[in-house]
């Protein structure tokens, strides 16, 4: 008997022996890489709105925030988890909460209530959203006026439609979807007066907050409120839409000339592959905005509702992005009138207005 414990024993200290060996393979936790003094690694986690990570607009370009933030601090660590549905929202937030995630960036003003509700529960812990502003002082916004370059984007389209009627239509009647399509609804509105004209803007009145939309995801869906629009005669499309609206840039790319579109949010023709088919972009830095505040959050400053930003024309948070091959097709005239426009908001003469701008 003492002869099989003795091989019971040295058995156990094999095993245990295999075991040690084995976990000594494996990578250490990032709090003991390198010895006693490593630094922590600060974690920057990002929750996507329904969109997806690949939407070509906002989701993506937050995405690019984090990418940036951890290129000039290697100390950063970042990832993000997209959410399929609304419902994934609080679950997704709640699950970066539990892994002690420093800072977690919530993408689109769809976030805004369970942000509020989970930043609630957690007051110690540093949320920030895009696109959205919430009562919790412990989520810092990050917003753009993006009815400034829209106007720009509505008068552009005004001054190149053929046929006098330029459209517009959204994912959702939200805040960050609206604003677009006041600032381009106006834009128009301004070039009819200071040029005598009468270009007719379709799916959307400023007036009574009403018009068009598509949802945020779906292609086929976006392609479906474009295909109405040029029926009635729009020959520029100004999807806010999100990934839906790479069915309209993708139409307006096959249909040989007969309508083009404007992209929204980040560069279309560095994010979508229907360069060809965009006039421009109503784009808004948000890639920057997200760097910044995880940075600046990295280095230890705590980021309030109060600090939040708000991007405009006159501090390059939003703008309207090169015509690229429609360069040659936008009469000279025509750039000078808008870049003058845009001088004029940035001055304070021309005054630009939604219900949905952004607050301080």
């Given amino acids: 008997m003492r002869s099989v414990r003795g091989m019971r024993a040295v058995s156990v200290i094999a095993v245990g022996g295999l075991a040690l060996g084995l976990a000594a393979c494996g990578e250490a936790p990032e709090d003991e890489k390198g010895g006693d ?13 329904v969109g997806g990570i690949d939407d070509k607009s906002f989701n993506t370009s937050a995405w690019k925030g984090l990418e940036a933030a951890k290129a000039q601090d290697s100390n950063i660590d970042i990832k993000y988890v997209a959410s399929k549905a609304e419902a994934d929202y609080e679950p997704n937030l709640t699950q970066y909460v539990n892994q002690k995630c420093d800072f977690i960036l919530a993408v689109g003003g769809l976030m805004s209530t369970a942000t509020s509700k989970i930043a609630k529960a957690n007051p110690n812990q540093q949320f920030g959203i895009v696109d959205a502003k919430v009562e919790e002082t412990n989520v810092f916004p990050m917003e753009f006026d993006t009815a400034q370059s829209a106007f720009l984007a509505g008068y552009l389209a005004a001054g190149m439609t053929k046929t006098g009627k330029v459209g517009t239509y959204g994912g959702m009647k939200i805040a960050p979807v609206t604003i ?8 128009v509105a301004h070039y009819n007066k200071t040029k005598g004209k009468t270009v007719q803007v379709l799916g959307w009145n400023k007036e009574t907050q009403n018009g068009a939309f598509s949802g ?51 560069d279309g023709c560095e994010s979508t592959p229907n360069c060809p088919a965009l006039l421009t972009t109503v784009a808004k830095n948000i890639s920057d905005a997200v760097k910044d505040a995880v940075l600046k959050a990295a280095k230890g400053e705590k980021l309030t509702a109060a600090q939040g930003t708000i991007g405009t024309l006159a501090n390059n948070g939003v703008s309207l992005a090169p015509y690229h091959e429609f360069d040659s097709k ?31």
């Fill in 330 to 360: 936008v009469p000279a005239e025509l750039k000078a009138e808008v870049e003058k426009l845009k001088a004029d908001i940035i001055a304070g003469t021309i005054t630009v207005t939604s219900p949905a701008q952004p607050k301080k």
């Fill in 216 to 266: 945020f995801e779906k292609q086929d869906e976006g392609k479906k409120q474009s295909d109405t629009l040029v029926a009635q005669g729009a020959d520029i499309i100004m999807p806010v839409a999100g990934g839906a609206g790479l069915g309209t840039t993708a139409a307006a790319q096959a249909s040989n000339g007969k309508f083009t579109a404007i992209w929204v949010d980040v």
């Fill in 37 to 49: 003094n490593a630094a922590k690694k600060y974690s920057a986690c990002m929750v996507t709105d």
């Fill in 180 to 187: 677009f399509m006041d600032g381009f609804v106006d834009g």
